[in-house]
Nanobody, 124 residues
Framework: QVSPVESGGGLVQAGDSMRLTCVAS????????MAWFRQAPGKEREFVAA????????DYDDSVKGRFIISRDNDKNTVYLQMDNLRPEDTGLYYC?????????????????WGKGTRVTVYE
């Protein structure tokens, strides 16, 4: 079992960059694929990016491809989301999540563990 805790959100201007961090407690972190989701005001939560447990596989929603990079450091039980060229439509509450050991995180995977989220606001 892992318990994700997100940080790094804030208020930025369009075109700026920001890096989100998710630290997940639990000694089996290196066996969990991890994912980032986000929820904009008044909208459903949506998939942003995912990374395999050994970081060999990554996946992105089309809306963030070429702008966001997901990475992880298993020694630190941490997954990152580097966000560049931010847009106002990237505004939302960003969540870190996972499922179970050795289970890939995909856009339609029902996640088992969620953090409380970190808020990102991008203004023009």
């Amino acid at each position: 079992q892992v318990s994700p805790v997100e940080s790094g959100g804030g208020l930025v201007q369009a075109g700026d960059s920001m890096r989100l961090t998710c630290v997940a407690s639990g000694h089996l972190f290196s066996t969990y694929a991890m994912a980032w989701f986000r929820q904009a005001p008044g909208k459903e939560r949506e998939f942003v990016a995912a990374i395999g447990w050994l970081a060999r596989n990554v996946d992105y929603d089309d809306s963030v491809k070429g702008r966001f990079i997901i990475s992880r450091d298993n020694d630190k039980n941490t997954v990152y989301l580097q966000m560049d060229n931010l847009r106002p439509e990237d505004t939302g509450l960003y969540y870190c999540s996972t499922v179970a050991p050795f289970v890939p995180c995909e856009s339609r995977t029902p996640m088992s563990y969620w953090g409380k989220g970190t808020r990102v606001t991008v203004y023009e």
